[in-house]
């Protein structure tokens, strides 16, 4: 007897971003313009994939997040392995696009990148909701996978020997490129107020004037970084 497919179900819960079970999270972002198309956007996906069974075994989570710009969305897939993407991609992935494409055309999808999750730190198990998730994204000059886990092992070390740390600040959980020239960092905070609040202290950005932050910000390589802001609007589960 075949089995019973499972089906999506939708979650409020973050994602567990260390789950030994991952073994290739993606992060991709859409431009799509306006918070009402983002808001159309969100419904669009969950009914795009309610409506069908999960997709793979290899599929863990999909989670999307409205950017607080009011025009991106940023979408994080937790997959087994790149091969149970890819299986997806070639059987799969384009009816759910287009059934999205026809509620809401117009869709920029600006790029899917690879990852593999390094390592992460958290602020301790007290119970709070993330209300707010800042993707913070460096980029190098080259390819370098020891360069790659030595910042992020940097920040981890300021994070630790920070004098005044924001007591909003909740977690941080760093992602390697597979191209080896970027690392993402998933923070976690309190609020996007608490987070904006923090950057606006004297200084250089989240973070005191400390040798150990000064060491980050000055590594040798680092070409730019980003830092954006976002909500969770979406999560869905295998049931």
Known sequence: MSPVPRTPRRTSTHPD????????????????????????????VAEAWGRRPWPADGLLSYHVYAGEDGST??????????????????????????????????????GLGRYRYYRGASAGPDGRAPGCVVI?????????????????????????????????????????STDGRRVLNYAQWESAEAHAEALSAPGEGVGSATAQWQRVRNWPGL?????????????????
Do not use: C
């Open 136 to 176: 913070v994204e460096v980029e190098f000059d080259g390819p370098d996978a020891d360069r790659q886990r030595a910042w992020a092992d940097a920040v981890l070390e300021a994070l630790a020997a920070e004098p005044a740390p924001h007591p909003a600040g909740m977690a941080a959980h760093f992602h390697l």
């Open 17 to 44: 971003l260390g789950d030994p079970r991952v073994g290739a999270p993606f992060f991709s972002t859409w431009r799509v313009g306006t918070p009402d198309r983002q808001r159309q956007t969100v419904d669009a």
């Open 73 to 110: 969305l940023l979408h994080h897939s937790q997959w087994a392995s790149e091969q149970a993407y890819e299986a997806f991609v070639r059987t799969l992935r384009q009816e759910r696009v287009d059934e999205i494409d026809t509620a809401v055309p117009g869709i920029e999808r600006l």
């Open 223 to 239: 070409k730019n970084s980003t830092v954006r802001r976002y909500e969770h609007a979406l999560g869905l589960v295998p049931a």
